[in-house]
């Protein structure tokens, strides 16, 4: 297995099955200074920049907060709008990241831009950490949702998932990605002008993802053990803020997710994710239902960013 010191982490396109459960077995000797609300001093001497383009909460602050969990330091940017790339000189990846390798010693970036953490890992020293990039992918969330899935199913192999929403989502791309290294069949369910494009079907075959498609979550709640669900109802990921103006609508049934179609359809021990935010796709009186894992998962968002942290910085082999 390769080392993961001074990788850069860009895609699970290029993660290989075991370096998949060293990751969650390093978050999972990680996951008590979490969970006790404890501070480490494993990284003590490093500092993490936050180079985000678009906004974030869970992404950019789990990093954050994994980082001081583990004793290091944080910088960057949360308003890109207030530097240089962002203004007058509009500032290339590259400058931008020449200068940002100096100020600490990983990278996460998240852009509207799809490959712009690939450009900046072509040119930092340190490592990149994608934090989402357009409607390319989003590989610490969906480690997240694989480490969730393992702590609540004890196994990822075997599982039947069912995903919903738009397949341009970055994290539906890394999830199909991620998925390609175990034994899950999948199923699809998505408004027909945001389903698979046929390059990503052609592509999902050759790395021998087990997928079919449905219209409606109806004909395939019943077989699925994990249910992830993303918005059908959603900004632009390629503009850097896309702002609600009037009424965007609601999700149409086939996408949603209800607790009488959890109560009548669902197998009574399948779990439910959502990388959030959420419209309503998830009604929130599906929240304390015992499908729900979406506030397990945020917590576990912060120990897989430790996880990753540890082991791109060096600190854990
Ligand atoms: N799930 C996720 O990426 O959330 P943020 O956009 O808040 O980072």
């Not at 698979?196 to 087990?210: A, G, P, Q, R, W």
Request: charged share 25%; aromatic share 10%.
């Amino acid at each position: 297995m390769r080392s993961f010191a001074g990788r850069d982490i860009l895609s699970l396109k290029d993660f290989e099955r075991q370096e998949f459960f060293r990751v969650f077995e390093i978050a999972e000797r990680l996951e008590p200074i979490a969970r006790e609300r404890q501070m480490s001093d494993l990284l003590h001497n490093k500092i993490l920049v936050t180079a985000f383009y678009q906004p974030s909460t869970r992404t950019r602050l789990a990093h954050e907060s994994a980082m001081l969990r583990l004793g290091g330091k944080v910088t960057g940017f949360s308003d890109a709008k207030m530097t240089r790339a962002g203004d007058f000189y509009q500032e290339s990846i590259k400058d931008t990241v020449k200068m940002l390798e100096f100020y600490g010693d990983v990278i996460v970036m998240r852009h509207f831009q799809q490959g712009a953490p690939h450009e900046a890992a072509k040119w930092s020293s340190v490592p990149i950490i994608n934090g989402g990039d357009g409607w390319g992918e989003h590989p610490t969330q969906i480690l997240t949702d694989f480490y969730t899935v393992m702590r609540e199913k004890g196994r990822i192999d075997g599982l039947k998932w069912l995903a919903v929403g738009d397949m341009r989502m970055r994290t539906m791309h890394s999830l199909a990605y991620g998925l390609s290294q175990f034994d899950c069949p999948i199923t699809f369910v998505s408004p027909p002008d945001m389903s698979l494009t046929d390059e990503m079907k052609d592509d999902l075959k050759n790395y021998s993802l087990n997928f079919r498609e449905a219209e409606h979550v109806e004909q395939a709640i019943a077989d699925a053990d994990v249910i992830l669900v993303e918005p059908v109802v959603q900004p632009d990921y390629t503009k850097s803020r896309d702002e609600r103006s009037g009424d965007v609508g609601g999700t149409p049934a086939n996408y949603k997710i209800t607790r009488e179609l959890l109560a009548t359809k669902a197998k009574s021990d399948a779990i439910l994710l959502h990388s959030l935010p959420r419209m309503d796709e998830i009604p929130a009186d599906v929240d304390i239902t015992r499908w729900s894992r979406y506030w397990q998962e945020a917590f576990n968002g912060v120990v897989m960013r430790m996880a990753l942290l540890a082991l791109v910085l060096g600190k854990m082999e």
